[in-house]
């Protein structure tokens, strides 16, 4: 396993700043063509502002097994046509590999599902620590209305990501706002 000094990163658990960020990346409504349901509502959300969907800040570790990689991810309020704000998900390409999300702030969903179709969720939580099973996809979703949802994830280093499966078949679960309810599931047919 390749050699590097230990160290560590601020987190803040209102704001979501994690310091220092090696790398960042945000994905905006653009980048999440192919995983919203309602694909007519996503284009004319992104021609009226193409808004900030998620943000994750993240240090370098080496790609390898014995590595643990980490991020801090924010999901911004909204939604398209009803569904939440949500990441695009994925399942990790060796599916020997789970993951932990410790939910810090706000009011979530992770929504998880097995390639058999097996399906499940998890209401996420200040202090909510899940465990993502290997072989489980997963996709974190935002369902307040004006707060955001943070958490911190670590995963081992080797995992990889596929998300080709995700925006082929997309999850057979899809979170939409409600009336008098936290959400309803929409299933995918
Ligand atoms: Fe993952």
């Not at 193409?50 to 994750?56: K, M, R, T």
């Not at 939910?103 to 993502?132: K, Q």
Request: some cysteine; overall charge negative; proline content about 4%.
């Amino acid at each position: 396993v390749e050699a590097i000094k230990p160290f560590f990163t601020v987190v803040d658990f209102e704001s979501g700043s994690f310091e220092p960020a090696d790398r960042s990346e945000r994905r905006y409504l653009s980048d999440l063509k192919g995983f919203f349901y309602f694909s007519e509502e996503l284009e004319k959300a992104m021609e009226r502002d193409n808004s900030l969907v998620y943000e994750v800040h993240r240090r370098e570790v080496p790609l390898q097994a014995g590595h643990l990689q980490h991020c801090v991810t924010l999901i911004h309020p909204g939604d398209v046509g009803g569904e939440f704000y949500m990441t695009k998900g994925h399942y990790h390409r060796v599916t020997r590999t789970a993951e932990l999300y410790l939910c810090l702030c706000g009011e979530g969903i992770l929504n998880m599902e097995e390639p058999g179709g097996a399906a499940t969720h998890i209401r996420m939580r200040r202090g909510v620590w899940s465990y993502i099973a290997p072989g489980w996809a997963h996709r974190t979703i935002n369902i307040s209305r004006d707060e955001k949802l943070i958490f911190i994830s670590v995963w081992p280093g080797d995992s990889g990501y596929d998300y080709r499966t995700i925006a082929q078949k997309g999850f057979s679960n899809v979170f939409v706002r409600a009336e008098n309810k936290e959400f309803s599931i929409l299933r995918r047919s």
